[in-house]
């Protein structure tokens, strides 16, 4: 079952701007992580958020968390060309089994 | 770092083979993870394992089984490969499953199958 969908499906931005994306979910989760796919490639793991958590930052990356909506966003700020990729994100339940990707935002960032 | 390597990039095969697509990880991970990607359903889970001759289902596990004889390689086998089944094949390792751990996931470059 799919838990995480990320929003928008695709974006394009130029570089130098912020990236927004967001990641809803619909059941408790432990945490929650995000992922950046580059073209053809493995996944890599960017930053995981605890369901205690707010905010996090790694870098120009900031997430947040909203428990009460069940909802989750990524920012990048000040966008690079090597940006672009997708990004997915993830849930873990309590018991780290259910561990649930979405189907991802593609960003294209463009210079 | 820990690296997670998968035997094949590209891979053509044809209706009715026995595939295997092999995994290794270096850092010693108890937990390992075969994933299918497609296009617009994002990843979903095979099969993954927790330890050494141990395995559990995913969401998908049909048309597939999965070998860990050694605790650094987990194999996925297409017993009988369909055209359903080409796909791109993601690996993961992780060092725990509990996500009060932090349960992240590091992944292979993966396999692009196709099946003819």
């Known amino acids: 079952s799919q838990q995480g969908e990320e929003d928008p499906q695709a974006l394009s931005i130029q570089e130098g701007e912020n990236a927004t994306m967001n990641c809803s979910y619909k059941t408790s989760i432990n945490n929650l992580q995000w992922y950046r796919q580059n073209s053809g490639r493995g996944l890599v793991h960017l930053i995981l958020i605890r369901s205690n958590e707010r905010e996090k930052h790694s870098g120009r990356l900031r997430v947040t968390l909203d428990t009460s909506k069940k909802s989750s966003s990524l920012l990048i700020t000040a966008s690079r060309a090597a940006d672009t990729a997708s990004y997915f994100c993830?849930?873990?339940?309590?018991?780290?089994?259910?561990?649930?990707f979405g189907p991802g935002t593609r960003l294209s960032v463009l210079p | 770092d820990v690296k997670v390597t998968q035997s094949s990039r590209y891979l053509v095969k044809r209706t009715g083979e026995k595939v295997f697509l092999e995994c290794v990880q270096d850092m010693d991970h108890e937990n390992m993870f075969w994933y299918r990607q497609d296009p617009g359903l994002g990843l979903r889970l095979i099969y993954f394992s927790y330890d050494v001759k141990m395995k559990e289902k995913g969401d998908i596990p049909e048309g597939y089984s999965v070998s860990r004889e050694k605790k650094e390689r987990f194999s996925l086998i297409l017993e009988s490969a369909s055209t359903n089944q080409t796909s791109m094949y993601l690996c993961?390792?992780?060092?725990?499953?509990?996500?009060?751990?932090?349960?992240?996931?590091?992944f292979g470059p993966g396999t692009r199958l196709t099946v003819l």
């Open positions: 993961a390792s992780s060092f725990t499953l509990a996500a009060s751990s932090g349960n992240e996931q590091f």
């Open positions: 993830a849930t873990a339940d309590n018991y780290g089994q259910n561990f649930v």
